[in-house]
């Protein structure tokens, strides 16, 4: 039996619509605040696989999601290129040491050997794998990354930033050097990708969290282009595992018409119109999303999304989803009703 | 002689396509510096005509703008209805009381009661209309406000935020009481406006800073209808005030169809595309905008994104600008440089 949400990903039919949430294995669920507590804290969670396995597998319980996504976070992979990471409450990710030349990249571990460093997350998804089939019951385990261009951002910014004036510095002045942090990172990522994929993931979602920081003129150059690269060598390989694009908040790009590429499924963030879309992409690309995550905090709000949404898509190649993570102050019933609704308007028997 | 830039705003046929930029009197410029470094700090700048009159002209004088934009903030709104204003260093615009309840809203100060006590903002105004009148050059001064959603989202949150989740639970489990606190910033905005053209500004723009935080599907129920219902108003009294609507991030919106209102320049950030911007709305609305502000860390980059952007508008119906405001970090002879680009790219003697 094949399993709903990855025959969902290639667009088959399916009895109906699957779904999940973006951090999902997160800080509104108690439960995981428990493991995190008992962790120490974020990086140390992450660095545990059999603590990571577990709280990447309490959303299948709790909420009834379709799918689970390995528990991590995007920054382990600068950390293992050799950058220092740390996370500082309340201001997030730091990285003590960000890149600014040639010989700073040069300084940065690559390929092979920056990708096999990153075994806790093997092994996760090796825990994750067993524990899913001897479940049986066809959930899928979706594995990610971040885009190279995110991961950039925070490896030259040194951390999170609203302006991103460091990068576009680098991008407008020195595109060059851009280009070869983003060509380092991109190499890393595929083999990371692989390893994933080899340690037994279903899926793979490329996230892109800081897409809308580049203006469409160069988004193909920055961004999206290193993702496509990274979709065709790993379908060149594993064409049975299908790749999901989150590119956030590039309404402009979708309407743009210059959305190209070997994967299957295309993430559409909260901002972006589902109904566009499905009316630009929707033929070529499986569509996932895109509720604006704060509904959560009502259920009536919840209802009204779930089904304006299913109006618009149907159901058939769509995957219910938020159009960006769960916040932590949502209460569990919320998700739990989300979930529910979803698979209610689909057609769940 | 008319001003040039009022003429544009207009769609008339000017002798070359006037430029100006968002936070053209900011902290890019030493001379800016110095008179904020003797006013104190940012609000005494605010609140001091004199001092605000001059950082007002600055840029006419130094970057050889077409219009001068008031220099003020859109949080004194709040402040003088009764809001404690603070702006901590590094953390940026504080209120300590944030609005939680309708007896919150009770207590704001509203009407003209409130529009009444920005008495600084329009001493400001009545000095730079006597100044440019005295210098002859036809120049235009700009009035703005801040978008009454924009100004709620601080209003309830207390500061600035990445989530807006107190607004959006609010709007999602509560929508009465957010449309209560707009009801009353409104009516206390469009008073404001009024008595800024009362006082000599030549044009007003309406900053919607934060639009993008709202899902298309609410967009013009919480923020657009109270926007139009602020020109609708001032185009009443005031038909020779042009008004500039500067939604920030709306390219889904734009493209919806769905925009609507009576006034003449609609503001493009640079997240969005100005050609589709111009397809769908460029014939109702002359279109101000929107070169990426970081491309001014270039030179090359710059003279590339104005030539692009003249390729698409063409000599008609445009008023140059950036997508968002001027970054400090930028030299002032790349800002000066774009000026002189949009002036020779419009054929400017």
Redesign the interface.
């Known amino acids: 039996m094949g399993k709903i949400f990855v025959d969902a990903c290639f667009g088959k039919e399916t009895p109906y619509t699957p779904v999940w949430m973006m951090r999902q294995a997160g800080r509104y669920l108690p439960e995981y605040m428990a493991v995190r507590a008992e962790a120490g804290n974020f990086l140390n969670l992450c660095h545990d696989p059999k603590k990571a396995a577990e709280v990447t597998l309490q959303p299948l319980d709790i909420v009834g999601v379709d799918a689970a996504i390995l528990f991590s976070d995007i920054l382990v992979i600068p950390d293992e290129m050799g950058m220092d990471l740390s996370f500082v409450k309340g201001e997030g990710p730091k990285f003590s040491d960000p890149i600014k030349t040639e010989a700073d990249i040069d300084r940065l571990i690559g390929g092979e050997e920056a990708a096999n460093k990153l075994t806790y997350v093997y092994e996760t998804i090796k825990l994750l794998r067993e524990e899913l089939d001897k479940r049986g019951d066809n959930k899928a385990l979706i594995g990610f990354t971040g885009a190279p261009w995110t991961l950039a951002t925070y490896m030259i910014e040194g951390q999170g930033t609203k302006?991103?004036?460091i990068c576009?510095?680098m991008?407008?002045?020195n595109p060059e050097l851009l280009h070869s942090i983003l060509r380092k990172v991109t190499d890393v990522v595929k083999l990371y990708m692989e390893n994933q994929i080899e340690s037994g993931v279903d899926v793979v979602q490329i996230f892109d969290s800081w897409a809308?920081a580049i203006?469409?003129?160069k988004y193909d150059e920055f961004s999206w282009s290193y993702m496509v690269e990274i979709a065709e060598y790993l379908k060149e390989k594993y064409p049975h595992i299908p790749i999901i694009m989150f590119p956030k908040?590039v309404?402009?790009f979708i309407?743009?018409g210059r959305v190209y590429g070997n994967f299957d499924v295309f993430g559409i963030d909260?901002?972006?119109?589902i109904k566009?879309a499905k009316e630009i992409i929707g033929e070529k690309y499986v569509l996932q999303g895109n509720m604006?995550p704060?509904?959560l905090?009502?259920k009536e709000?919840t209802t009204e999304?779930v089904e304006?949404i299913q109006n618009v898509m149907g159901t058939k190649r769509h995957i219910f989803n938020l159009?960006h993570g769960i916040?932590p102050?949502v209460p569990v019933e919320n998700a739990i009703h989300f979930v529910n609704e979803c698979h209610r308007v689909s057609g769940k028997k």
């Open positions: 302006t991103y004036n576009k510095k991008m407008y002045s809308a203006e469409l003129e908040g309404a402009p309407a743009s909260w901002g972006t119109s566009m604006e704060c509904r905090y009502s709000a999304a304006n159009g916040l102050d």
